[in-house]
């Protein structure tokens, strides 16, 4: 086995694990199909394994493998780790929630191809890998909206395929009119742009950014992401919200390290940052449907994400924020839609009135969740966004330092709006749902109530992750330094 092999082995176990779900999904019957999801966790686990006993480690040198085309370095075992843990967490949830379906094995197949195709995008440091990462990460998203059983998904799917195709062809273009610009497709090859046309230059990182834009549902390529989030299943809306953000965001900081210095990118990045946080924040705010709700704030969190990639060219410190904030991000966004799979018939907000008094713990967890995505101590979004406050200062991005601090409180009152509900006395029309307990009534099938409770203990769980990681948030990021 090379070394390039090697360096690339937690992304060999994700392949591996997914074609051997698809082979032995293939021949297992719908009542069995558990053994799946065993085999994807344990191809899960060996990827976390061999990315803290791989040949890089997290804090060994900077490698790259087949050519330079793949960085292997903290960057890349950081979005490793977080991508598995989250793929971990995901795996529980849709065990929870689609045991049973006829496409249950795909599922566990489809969520293993998405997060490979999403580290291939994070770690790559050519714009062919970049490509072909983005395809392998799009697909199975598409197939996981369409895969799921609301009767708005197939709409939600085809949006989704029609402005992810779209973005595809013009992220292929921009990486054409790259690779015609510097003469090669590695991304040091970028860094010569300031040697030709400008025009061109800049036309061919904005199309490429088009691609990872759409990947991270940030702003302008955000249209499908509350519509996918509203009709897909709660283990869907988690991943897409969740996952593909985490490789995108840093492929984008990986391109401005490497893009001639100047003041275009940063701003660039940050217009886009301050419009995400802005645009999303604004539209949470109306937002009657939770999924809708937390959609929308997804949208305004990968905002808080690129203002701290806007500053790796300006601040030291803002890497290791942006990698905190990742896992920050993720652990919070997961535990809150943990939240929802518990309660998956609760969809408005009036929905959620008078849960608190039957199920405290998880509100509870709810309450970390939302406070932690607005940035309240001690979770550890509150330290990634008062690092992303600083290193944007730092960077002499001042006025997005205060847009980030100004969307921070414009957050709290659609996120409390939601919190107050739950810890408000239910309302007749609740009580008379389900017998003024704030719980589904008993169906005589134990499946769904299992599910709550697996989903429910999830959450407490992820809840429980952002506060220690923000216990630990000084040592984690002494790591990535």
């Not at 070394?3 to 074609?19: K, M, N, Q």
């Not at 094995?105 to 062919?128: F, H, K, W």
């Not at 697909?139 to 973005?167: D, H, N, R």
């Not at 790259?178 to 030709?196: D, F, H, N, P």
Request: hydrophobic fraction near 55%.
């Amino acid at each position: 086995m090379t070394a390039d092999t090697l360096a690339l082995l937690p992304e060999l176990c994700l392949l591996v694990g997914a074609i051997g779900c698809l082979l032995l999904g293939s021949w297992t019957p719908r009542w069995r199909q558990r053994r799946v999801a065993v085999a994807a966790g344990v191809a899960v686990a060996a990827s976390l394994l061999a990315t803290a006993a791989g040949p890089a480690g997290i804090t060994a040198q900077t490698q790259s493998a087949f050519s330079g085309t793949f960085a292997v370095d903290a960057t890349t075992d950081v979005l490793r780790l977080v991508v598995g843990l989250s793929l971990a967490v995901l795996l529980i949830l849709a065990r929870a929630e689609i045991r049973g379906h006829a496409r249950e094995s795909e599922v566990y197949v489809m969520l293993l191809l998405g997060a490979l195709g999403v580290i291939l995008v994070g770690g790559a440091t050519d714009l062919a890998v970049l490509v072909v990462g983005f395809l392998l990460a799009s697909i199975p998203l598409y197939g996981l909206i369409g895969l799921s059983a609301g009767s708005s998904a197939p709409e939600a799917a085809v949006k989704t395929y029609l402005l992810g195709g779209l973005s595809g062809i013009l992220m292929m273009l921009g990486a054409a009119v790259l690779y015609g610009l510097g003469g090669a497709t590695s991304y040091e090859a970028l860094s010569r742009l300031e040697e030709v046309s400008s025009a061109a230059a800049v036309a061919g990182v904005v199309l490429l950014l088009v691609g990872l834009l759409f990947k991270a549902g940030a702003v302008p390529a955000h249209p499908w992401v509350p519509d996918a989030v509203e009709g897909s299943w709660t283990v869907t809306g988690a991943f897409l919200t969740t996952v593909p953000k985490l490789g995108a965001v840093l492929a984008i900081a990986r391109l401005l390290e490497v893009l001639p210095e100047d003041r275009t990118w940063p701003l660039l990045i940050g217009a886009i940052a301050a419009a995400s946080m802005t645009v999303g924040n604004l539209a949470a705010l109306g937002q009657r449907d939770v999924r809708r709700l937390l959609a929308w704030s997804t949208i305004s969190q990968v905002g808080y994400l690129l203002a701290a990639a806007a500053a790796v060219t300006g601040s030291d410190d803002a890497l290791p924020a942006l990698l905190l904030f990742l896992a920050a991000y993720a652990v919070t966004n997961l535990g809150c839609f943990a939240v929802l799979a518990a309660e998956p018939e609760r969809r408005a907000v009036a929905d959620w009135r008078g849960v608190g008094r039957s199920r405290p713990v998880l509100i509870g967890a709810l309450g970390v969740g939302v406070l932690g995505l607005v940035g309240t101590p001690p979770t550890a979004v509150f330290v990634a966004k008062l690092l992303t406050i600083a290193v944007t200062w730092e960077a002499e991005l001042r006025w997005l330092a205060v847009i980030v601090a100004l969307n921070t409180v414009l957050s709290l009152a659609y996120y409390l709006r939601w919190l107050a509900a739950c810890l408000s006395q239910a309302t007749s029309g609740a009580e008379g749902r389900d017998g003024g307990q704030g719980v589904s009534p008993p169906t005589g099938d134990p499946g769904p109530l299992l599910a709550g409770r697996t989903a429910g203990r999830l959450a407490v769980s992820c809840a429980a992750g952002a506060v220690v990681l923000g216990l630990v948030a000084g040592p984690a990021l002494t790591l990535t330094r």
